[in-house]
């Protein structure tokens, strides 16, 4: 007996030529027995299916498509995709074939039926050249429209078939059996340019139509091109190998050279370089790598040679589930598309029915002219009616929208919740590791006398301890050899202990070192109570009689928190923080970002309860987090949004994933959100306009008011375009700027008001006279030098560098320089490095 589970797998679907069919396949997917959820998304060509394993199967799934006249591919593997692609480009070419030749056999047709139809063997010429056209470059709606009839159902083909077929065999009749009209005293016509033009017209449509959805899929594929095909691997002995991307097993030893991707997720084991993670944070400034520093798949380096080592392989890299989270994302269902579904279900056989009900009105008011007239008008409704527009308005925003956010470093879980982020009203953040950077620092170390070998002594000390605060301070002494300790011991919530050449050393808490009786000086004791004002954590070093030192260790608040929450605070958003820090760590971090309200003392469960009071106050709550703790709460929120760096528990459960980090993602998530919606509501109203108004006006409805009757070529037109004019409009959300401009907030602290409760303040005006510029090209610190050099040698400016990351601080004594100005003068004194603005 087959195990019970549950499993999501998505597959690519053949045969689909309208959302009618998007449809069908949806519904007798959803009909299976072990199914759970299906969607069938039009605009992609993919099938994304829940099911449980003990009643379904994909063998099962397929042939169930495959009865109602469609396919579904199951045997996937790594070369899936590609296959898939390479269909899409074989069908793509071969339609652009078939328009080529519809539109040049068409065009004689029109020429003769509009300026010749009195030359002689005119209708045979027109009926020369159309019956090509229809029976051999347009029998794909015929044959799709016979096999949709086999099984029961119709779709956008079925009405292209009888409309273009209905209007060739009147025209043929009409030319072999003209007595048969004129004996009732009618003047037969045909319209055989009126069928070949339809079918070049639509062709045409389809052409496009496929192009631009290949468009809309653009993310994909540029994600999927991040990956290179194959490695060089490194053996024990130095020996270098050529291998298969697919060869590749944790534990192996990679090579990267100069300008070449990486592979996969790893840790550097050797060299130093700069890589480019752009396609992870959307910053475009390389990130500094040496030993132990992670690596991730589809990034490039751009400098130096290293060697790292595999962790993540295959479908585990960073790069795959971005990959899999897009897919799945894309291929989802968003609420307000719903009725579009709906519609699009039943659509055809409503058309079918209003043409028929046309014609029998035509038949029945018009005496003289009611069976030409009727037949025009059924001919026209069947063209002009389509489903095809209702089905592209939502999937085709939200395939880009999503690969957008996706290329900025934005990954949306499904179209619900990008619906729902344009909402939100409230965010709630959590603390450390998403307002702070979660690593705890050394930000101040004091020492009493020279520090000389005791920074050794220190060092060593806190390199035996498993305090997580013990690591801030080893990681401040990275590069200083810790001295050997002897008899260490580390008494619990107080310190460590242990002994150097007889002598014994204490790190730990100030009243511990006072319980030991241990001296500490007035200075050390001024600089402790500064640090402990300030919200950071004091640890004292002393020997055995006095104190040598105080380190002031802090969580340090992120670059882009301050500018984030004001970001979102000028947009109307209420900003929260949570945390279970004590009540003066979380007062002095909400101050420095920014933040009005906060909650010291939170428990984890705590979290989700807060946030459901918000929600019963009428809020739509987004929660920000990083941690397992944080699980709770963002499940319990309306949006969740799990920081990159963070755990994977807290990933999974999100609804969106900042990849970078960045609190500034968040403002711009919810201007795409805006965005995407706005677009879906766009294409959903003109798609509904054009039947609504396109229908009527085919049936003969402005007849009776001024003679006017609706061409089947312009009908065929209208159809195509809008098909096109509905993808078009959603591939503009490509070229809208999303990245939200630095507000006032940024680069000042906040301030407290006399009700205790942090308030935002404005730069000053000197404040206002500091700009921070990338630097673009810098590889060392004699680069570094050169730079800096170079911008204070220009009158009123003070600069300070950085190497990592790259950026100057610039500040202006006197009037502003341009950056022009600023660029000019590193080239001449420095040398080809490039200045941005930072953003």
């Not at 969607?39 to 992609?44: D, G, I, M, R």
């Not at 590791?433 to 620092?441: A, L, N």
């Not at 946030?611 to 309306?638: C, F, P, W």
Request: charged share 20%; glycine share 8%.
């Amino acid at each position: 007996m087959n195990k019970s589970m549950i499993v999501q797998k998505t597959f690519p679907v053949q045969g689909m030529s309208c959302a009618s069919c998007a449809a069908r396949v949806d519904k007798t997917l959803n009909h299976q027995p072990g199914v759970s959820k299906a969607t069938v998304n039009y605009a992609s060509g993919m099938a994304t299916v829940e099911y449980d394993s003990a009643q379904c199967s994909p063998e099962a799934l397929q042939k169930a498509v495959q009865d109602a006249g469609y396919d579904l591919l199951i045997g996937q593997d790594k070369h899936t995709l590609e296959e898939v692609e390479q269909a899409h480009d074989k069908r793509y070419a071969a339609l652009k074939f078939r328009t080529v030749w519809a539109i040049a056999l068409s065009f004689p047709v029109v020429v003769v039926g509009m300026f010749f139809m009195d030359m002689p063997y005119a209708n045979l010429l027109m009926w020369a050249f159309s019956t090509p056209v229809v029976f051999w470059l347009g029998r794909g709606f015929f044959v799709s429209a016979w096999r949709q009839l086999k099984h029961g159902n119709a779709n956008m083909d079925t009405l292209v078939a009888n409309s273009t077929g209905i209007a060739y065999l009147f025209s043929l009749f009409n030319m072999l059996f003209p007595d048969f009209w004129m004996a009732r005293g009618i003047r037969p016509h045909v319209y055989f340019e009126a069928a070949s033009v339809i079918i070049a017209f639509i062709l045409l449509g389809r052409l496009l139509e496929e192009k631009a959805k290949g468009n809309t899929s653009s993310a994909i594929k540029k994600l999927m091109g991040l990956q290179p095909k194959t490695v060089i691997t490194v053996s024990p002995s130095g020996e270098q190998k050529e291998i298969l991307i697919e060869q590749i097993h944790p534990g192996d030893i990679v090579q990267v050279r100069p300008g070449e991707r990486i592979a996969v997720d790893g840790i550097v084991t050797e060299g130093t370089s700069y890589v480019d993670e752009s396609m992870l944070s959307g910053e475009p400034i390389a990130v500094a790598k040496q030993k132990d520093a992670k690596v991730f798949a589809g990034t490039i380096n751009r400098t130096g040679s290293f060697l790292f080592r595999a962790e993540k392989v295959g479908t585990d890299t960073l790069l795959a589930k971005i990959i899999h989270m897009v897919q799945e994302a894309q291929g989802s269902r968003a609420p307000v598309q719903q009725l579009a579904d709906k519609i699009a279900g039943i659509f055809v056989p409503v058309i079918i029915g209003i043409a028929l009900f046309s014609f029998g009105l035509w038949m029945i008011f018009d005496i003289e002219n009611g069976f030409t007239h009727g037949l025009l008008a059924l001919v026209t409704v069947l063209i002009i009616a389509c489903p095809c527009a209702l089905g592209l308005a939502t999937p085709t925003a939200i395939m880009v929208g999503i690969g957008k956010g996706a290329e900025s470093g934005i990954l949306i879980k499904d179209a619900e919740s990008l619906e729902t982020a344009r909402q939100i009203d409230t965010v709630v953040l959590d603390k450390t590791g998403t307002v702070t950077e979660g690593r705890p620092m050394v930000s101040s170390l004091t020492w009493s006398t020279d520090a000389g070998e005791a920074a050794s002594i220190f060092h060593g000390l806190e390199r035996l301890s498993e305090h997580p605060l013990a690591e801030a301070v080893v990681q401040h002494f990275k590069g200083t050899v810790p001295t050997d300790i002897e008899h260490f011991e580390s008494v619990t919530g107080k310190g460590v202990k242990g002994e150097v050449q007889g002598r014994t050393y204490y790190a730990g808490n100030l009243k511990w070192l006072e319980e030991k009786r241990i001296a500490v000086s007035r200075d050390l004791s001024d600089e402790a109570a500064r640090l402990t004002a300030d919200a950071q954590t004091v640890i004292g070093f002393a020997d055995e009689k006095e104190a040598l030192a105080v380190a002031g260790i802090t969580d340090r608040i992120k670059e882009t928190s301050v500018r984030a929450v004001g970001q979102l605070r000028s947009d109307g958003i209420e900003v929260y923080m949570l945390t279970g820090d004590n009540e003066a760590t979380a007062r002095e971090i909400a101050r420095k970002a920014g933040i009005v309200h906060y909650k010291a003392g939170v428990l984890p469960q705590d979290k989700a309860a807060f946030i459901a009071q918000l929600q019963k106050e009428g809020r739509k709550v987004a929660m920000a987090g990083d941690g397992i703790n944080d699980s709770a709460a963002l499940a319990q929120a309306d949006l969740s949004i799990a920081m990159g760096g963070g755990s994977d528990i807290a990933m999974n459960v999100a609804g969106m994933t900042i990849i970078s980090s960045d609190l500034t993602k968040i403002s711009e998530a919810f201007k795409l959100s805006k965005l995407t919606v706005r677009t879906i509501r766009q294409n959903l109203f003109w798609a509904f306009i054009y039947n609504i108004i396109g229908v009527p006006i085919a049936a003969g409805l402005l007849y009776p008011i001024n003679g006017f009757l609706l061409n089947p070529m312009i009908a065929g037109a209208a159809m195509a375009f809008s098909s096109v004019s509905v993808v078009s409009n959603s591939l503009r959300l490509k070229r809208k700027k999303i990245r939200t401009k630095e507000t006032a907030v940024e680069g000042s602290e906040a301030q407290v008001a006399p009700t205790g409760e942090p308030q935002a303040s404005k730069p000053s005006a000197e404040e206002a006279l500091k700009k921070t510029f990338k630097v673009e090209g810098m590889m060392c610190h004699h680069c570094r030098m050169r730079v800096e050099k170079a911008l204070n040698g220009i009158d009123g400016v003070k600069a300070s560098v950085s190497l990592d990351p790259p950026t100057a601080t610039v500040e202006f004594a006197g009037d502003e320089k341009t950056l022009e100005e600023l660029q000019a003068a590193v080239t001449a004194n420095a040398g080809e490095y490039t200045l941005k603005q930072d953003s």
